[in-house]
């Protein structure tokens, strides 16, 4: 409580002036902060001398200081003497009992003053004597009594002001608390009307008999009418009976049932004409004393959410009836939430059933990491879906292929939802257009057999005069051993470069591999060349041209298909020529930025081997270059090509990730660039190393119905340190095997023969001896794949005639798998 | 002793001639084109030529056409193994444009030889 605030300063100081100038005595209120609140005739040496002086005022201040201390131990007057000279006097100022300031008074003597203490001060602090003495002599000389009377006077005084003004004060704040809860109420109030107003529902209130006694806007617009025109009335003044009877209904039976009561009504708006769905609660509503006060009614608009729920239901209905697969299962777990009736019908499961299991479970082909990994850019929110084949199985066991669609959608627990195509039917379709492809391409190949087998007859009638020449030489100069030696050589070296032709024209001609190994593409160009040279008539001119960085360069290829490319542009190159002209091939190696690479194609920047076919022919039409590479297009004659060659060599360059290119200018000729990644330093390999010849001791039987050649396999297998048994007969081999099947370690058995033929011996040997290696020669190699020997048992199949470099090393081949 | 020249693009084959032809008593001259052939044509005399057809650079039927261009009276036996490729049977045009004879890889020797020897006579 301060002392300022409950009592009138202004009066007291007033009243104070006058004592003041009645008896010349000072007066001062200084609360307990020691704030001055007023002070009343202060004398001038005071005022003007010891206040003004630094060091004198710091003595009133001390002074100040040290009888306020005094006060508030003392219950009564304090009487003391200041540090310049003066008396002082305080009383405590209390308002019911408590101290809240203090009363002054002072700046006089109580006996005269000693005048020479004064002129010494006067000195010491360079005061103006006779003005100080001047101001010294107007300070009273009070007496005790005077001064007693007056103090009494004071405090008394002063507690009768602070105990009125506390009074005053007492019933300002009354006043004031009833205003303030008046004004709370008028606001808690209006907030209420707001809360009320501004809600979207309709509310109401009515008595037990019906009678509206509040209601909100929305509402209001209900009726059509304003509240205070509903208060006081009931439903019957406002809607049709039939519908005021279906209130009063639920009216009353909210109130029988003393608990809030709901339903859904149609409605109709008065004001607008519009109907809306209410979902209406009643709730009987009771007063504090627990008197029933009536009904509260709130009404809520669902119209809007009602349709998206029928939206959303008919939505789910379809999906579920949909014979697309849909299905959705547990992010975390795997397991099914729900699965669509498509689905379900197609794997044969109940729901019942398929809540048991995960998608992993019905995913024969896909481990739960396999399938973790798959989704990785969906979990980590990479990609929003994601869509990958894979195999379903069905109850019965039977799978089919799917094309799986993806998706994540968030929530607790985050859900997958898969929808599946059945690709059984893409499946077959693509399998029937990649066959009849591959047939198409075999019959071009064909085509260009039929023009290597000109180019192959010259090579080989060559290689046959060659040992024919040689024959007759060792013939005539039988009796120089020497002699004979060197033509029984040559002859082997032609034999074997005829034997080399043959097998390249039969893997040209044989079915599609797709086996790619690092090669040398150098020397695939230049067989290629050597075998065209014959082909090609003799007026066109070939400029073969190679960098020195292009001479060891290595490719990841299959040579059978890049050859196949090369003879396809050779070929059209003489054929775009009319047979006169130059043929340029040139090999290159260069750096490409993907910026140097044609947008169509998907080759990553890096080191590329170039090969260039050039030729100076009739050039392609503008309005063509861009067709050449479409299948069937074709410049020639029916009887002259299928139209397959470009198509076939862009689908092999773009197999081997590389890009085709291709410029042309009519009349002067077309220059085709083919463009392969070249092998990195780590990934080539040795080619061309040192075949050694490999020996070993086992025991092996060698059938072969040509008796010479069954002794050169005798002769051949002995020589690397084998022990051998020839027969001519695959019916001798077999008893011979029956009789004691681990007599021999290895057989190595002729295809063509009388009797059985290779493959029925080897089929029966296998029943005897399901371990026994058994090497298939044979002089056709397309007749039987490697594949199909190998289902019956075969271990190994060679092409004759075999040196005997390649025999010891397929021998020791087949022991050491 | 005759002076053959032998032009064949196939080495073996070129060393399997000039060793027959040298037990029959020849001097045999080899070259490997028709381009190097004919260079030692026209610096040597030759008493016979036997040429293959197909071989790269200068090719054998237009070696003959130039060879019988500077000396029509020179006796040419044409060599092939290509036979029929394509539209053209090279042998037969060889004969047609001067070649007093032909023979089809592979041929023996005993024919070659008892063909060099009639050329030679005649």
Redesign the interface.
């Known amino acids: 409580m301060k002392f300022s605030e409950i009592v009138n300063i202004d009066d007291l100081e007033r009243l104070c002036e006058d004592f003041t100038s009645m008896t010349g005595m000072v007066t001062a209120i200084i609360d307990l902060d020691g704030n001055i609140l007023f002070a009343t005739g202060w004398q001038d040496i005071c005022t003007r001398f010891h206040r003004a002086n630094p060091i004198t005022a710091a003595r009133c201040r001390e002074s100040d200081t040290e009888l306020s201390g005094k006060v508030k131990k003392n219950e009564g007057v304090t009487v003391y003497k200041c540090k310049n000279g003066l008396i002082d006097v305080a009383v405590p100022i209390k308002v019911r009992g408590i101290h809240v300031a203090n009363f002054f008074t002072g700046q006089f003597f109580l006996d005269p003053p000693d005048q020479d203490y004064f002129i010494q001060q006067a000195e010491d602090f360079g005061f103006d004597k006779d003005a100080y003495l001047k101001a010294l002599s107007k300070v009273p000389v009070l007496s005790q009594e005077a001064v007693d009377s007056a103090m009494a006077f004071f405090s008394h005084l002063a507690r009768l002001f602070g105990e009125m003004g506390l009074a005053r004060k007492e019933l300002e704040d009354a006043n004031m608390d009833a205003r303030l809860e008046s004004t709370r109420f008028e606001e808690s109030e209006k907030r209420f009307r707001l809360l009320v107003n501004t809600i979207p529902d309709l509310i109401w209130l009515k008595n037990a008999d019906g009678v509206y006694l509040t209601c909100n806007h929305v509402f209001e617009r209900f009726f059509g009418a304003k509240e205070a025109d509903i208060v006081g009335k009931t439903d019957y003044d406002f809607i049709d009976r039939e519908l005021a009877d279906f209130f009063r209904e639920h009216d009353c039976k909210a109130m029988a049932a003393g608990k809030p009561s709901s339903n859904e009504e149609w409605i109709t708006f008065a004001d607008d004409g519009h109907r809306a769905l209410l979902y209406t609660t009643k709730m009987p509503m009771h007063a504090t004393d627990g008197t029933l006060i009536g009904v509260l009614g709130i009404g809520r608009d669902i119209t809007e959410r009602k349709k998206a729920e029928e939206q959303v239901s008919r939505f789910s209905r379809v999906v579920e009836q949909s014979l697309n697969e849909i299905y959705m299962f547990d992010a975390e777990t795997l397991k099914f939430v729900d699965v669509n009736l498509g689905a379900r019908n197609n794997l044969g499961y109940s729901l019942e059933e398929l809540k048991q299991l995960t998608a992993i479970d019905i995913k024969p082909r896909m481990t739960r990491e396999e399938f973790i990994r798959t989704v990785a850019p969906l979990l980590d929110g990479r990609k929003e879906n994601i869509v990958f084949t894979t195999e379903h199985q069905r109850k019965d066991g039977s799978c089919y292929p799917v094309e799986v669609h993806l998706q994540i959608v968030p929530g607790h627990p985050p859900l997958f939802v898969a929808i599946i195509l059945d690709i059984t039917q893409r499946k077959e379709d693509e399998k029937k257009r990649l066959e009849l492809e591959k047939e198409l391409r075999q019959k071009y190949k064909m085509e260009a057999v039929g023009v290597l087998a000109?180019?192959m007859?010259?090579?080989?009638?060559?290689n046959?005069?060659?040992?024919?020449?040689?024959l007759?030489?060792a013939q005539?100069k039988s009796n120089d051993p020497s002699t004979v030696k060197k033509h029984l050589d040559?002859c082997k070296?032609?034999l074997f470069r005829s034997r080399d032709l043959v097998k390249q024209i039969l893997i040209y001609s044989r079915q599609e591999e797709n086996e790619k190994k690092p090669i040398k593409a150098q020397d695939v160009v230049v067989e290629t060349l050597g075998l065209l040279?014959?082909?090609i008539?003799?007026?066109v001119?070939?400029d073969y041209r190679i960098t020195p960085t292009a001479q060891n360069a290595q490719i990841l290829a299959n040579a059978s298909q890049l050859q196949e490319v090369l003879i396809n542009l050779c070929t059209n190159a003489v054929h775009a020529m009319g047979g006169k002209g130059t043929l340029g091939i040139s090999l290159n190696t260069l750096w490409l930025d993907r910026v140097d690479i044609p947008l169509q194609y998907q080759s990553l920047s890096g080191e590329y081997l170039q090969i260039r076919v050039e030729d100076t022919g009739s050039g392609i039409l503008p309005e063509n270059l861009e067709k050449i590479f479409d299948p069937f297009f074709t410049t020639k004659s029916t009887d002259e090509g299928t139209g397959m060659g470009l198509a076939t060599v862009r689908s092999i360059v773009e197999q081997h990730e590389g890009f085709i290119d291709v410029q042309s200018v009519p009349s002067q000729g077309t220059v085709f660039v083919l463009y392969f990644p070249l092998l990195k330093e780590e990934q080539v390999e040795s080619v061309g190393k040192e075949n050694p010849l490999l020996t070993g001791s086992e025991r092996i039987l060698f059938v072969d119905d040509e008796e010479m050649l069954a002794e050169m396999g005798e002769n051949m297998l002995s020589e690397l340190g084998y022990r051998v048994t020839a027969t001519t007969s695959s019916l001798a081999a077999l008893e011979m095997v029956r009789e004691a099947p681990h007599a021999f370690n290895l057989v190595i058995t002729d295809q063509t023969m009388p009797g059985l033929t290779g493959i029925e011996l080897a089929r029966q040997l296998i029943k005897i001896r399901a371990d026994l290696p058994i090497i298939l020669c044979t002089g056709y190699s397309s007749i039987i794949a490697t594949e199909d020997a190998k289902l019956c048992g075969i271990s190994e199949v060679c092409m004759k005639p075999l040196s005997m470099i390649e025999l010891s090393q397929i021998v020791r081949k087949c022991f050491n798998m | 002793m005759a002076r053959v020249l032998v032009v064949d693009d196939?080495l073996?084959?070129r060393?399997?001639?000039k060793?027959?032809l040298e037990?029959s008593g020849h001097k045999v001259i080899l070259a490997e084109d028709g381009n190097k052939g004919l260079k030692l044509f026209t610096e040597q005399p030759f008493d016979l030529v036997i040429t293959d057809?197909?071989?790269?650079?200068k090719?054998?039927?237009?070696f003959i056409t130039e060879i019988l261009k500077n000396r029509p009276e020179t006796k040419i036996i044409a060599?092939?193994?290509?036979?029929?490729?394509?539209p053209a049977d090279y042998l037969k045009t060889a004969e047609m444009l001067g070649a007093r004879m032909s023979l089809?890889?592979?041929?023996?020797?005993?024919d070659l030889i008892a063909g060099v020897e009639r050329l030679l006579s005649s």
Do not use: C, W, Y
């Not at chain 1, 046959?464 to 040689?470: D, E, H, K, P, Q």
């Not at chain 2, 090719?59 to 237009?62: D, K, P, T, V, W």
């Open positions: 000109g180019g007859a010259h090579n080989f009638n060559n046959l005069a060659i040992i024919l020449g040689n007759e030489l005539m040559l070296t032609a040279r014959s082909t008539p003799t007026t001119v070939q | 196939e073996q084959l060393e399997v001639l060793e027959v037990d057809l197909i071989m790269p650079d090719e054998g039927l237009e060599i092939s193994g290509g036979g029929m490729v394509g089809e890889k592979p041929f023996s020797t005993h």
